[in-house]
């Protein structure tokens, strides 16, 4: 139910958005009525959900699914799906903005910005999955090797950090320093800003990792928990101030009408 706590400021801001976004007409003067823009949203919407239903069908085992494909096969076949569905069923002036937004794929930015973005929202993602699995998975269990080294035996550790109770500190870090991201991408460029945090995302997973394998290795995993959340937070901070960066880099590189569209495309494909 921890979803819920989002209505507390989403409900106020979606009623201060409707009130006070009044400089989109500056971009798109006829935005007509807000009947048909919900209508069109809700048409787009469920076109997108199509072709990511019959994906995922395929994708999940059985007997949820199919299985027939694997994922590096299944991830692009949505996205290429749903791009065309768009397109081809689009109609009135959704037809023409469409074919618009379609011009950022012949921008070599779009890609190169494309993996820059997975790399720092898309790990901000994984990363907030990976926490809390690791906790559970490595420090809920000492793992007791016997005298030859080899684990034989799984036993419920008793001194197991919660994984509900740290789990959140390190989404919420890499969630709130995204602004800082862009503030100082603002003083000293964008592509400054995200080669450095890249260099120290691959040396604290470097890092992170070899404390997570040394906890897996150990009776008493716990004594290696404060210093695996340090380093995980370190992460989440550098992915953050990253997504911030890349995030205000585009914002520089392409014009008005193509910024919004590579914003777009680059954050869907990175949550994929």
Not at 56 to 77: D, H, Q, V
Not at 113 to 121: G, K, N, P, R, S
Not at 166 to 194: E, M, N, Q
Not at 250 to 258: G, K, L, S, T, Y
Request: aromatic share 12%.
């Amino acid at each position: 139910n921890a979803g819920f706590a989002w209505l507390l400021s989403l409900v106020p801001l979606s009623v201060i958005c409707f009130f006070g976004m009044n400089n989109l007409t500056s971009v798109s003067p006829n935005i007509g009525s807000t009947i048909a823009a919900f209508i069109k949203i809700i048409w787009l919407y469920t076109l997108s959900f199509v072709p990511a239903g019959i994906g995922l069908y395929l994708y999940l085992p059985k007997p949820t699914g199919l299985g027939l494909l694997n994922m590096w096969l299944a991830m692009p076949l949505i996205i290429v799906t749903t791009l065309m569905v768009m397109k081809l069923t689009a109609f009135g002036t959704m037809k023409d903005n469409i074919a618009k937004q379609f011009a950022i794929f012949g921008n070599k930015h779009t890609w190169s910005m494309t993996a820059l973005y997975i790399v720092t929202f898309g790990s901000f993602i994984g990363f907030s999955m990976a926490l809390p699995l690791s906790i559970t998975v490595i420090f809920g269990i000492s793992h007791v090797p016997d005298a030859a080294g080899v684990m034989q035996h799984m036993l419920k550790n008793p001194n197991a950090p919660s994984a509900l109770t740290y789990a959140w500190i390190g989404p919420f870090v890499g969630a709130a320093v995204r602004p800082i991201g862009g503030w100082i991408s603002d003083k000293v460029g964008g592509s400054i800003v995200t080669q450095l945090i890249s260099a120290v995302m691959v040396v604290a997973s470097a890092a992170v990792g070899y404390v997570m394998l040394q906890a897996y290795q150990s009776a008493t995993p716990e004594q290696y928990f404060l210093l695996f959340m340090v380093l995980f937070v370190v992460l989440f901070t550098a992915s953050g101030i990253g997504n911030g960066s890349t995030f205000r880099t585009i914002a520089v590189i392409f014009d008005r009408q193509q910024a919004g569209p590579v914003l777009g495309w680059t954050s869907a494909v990175a949550a994929y």
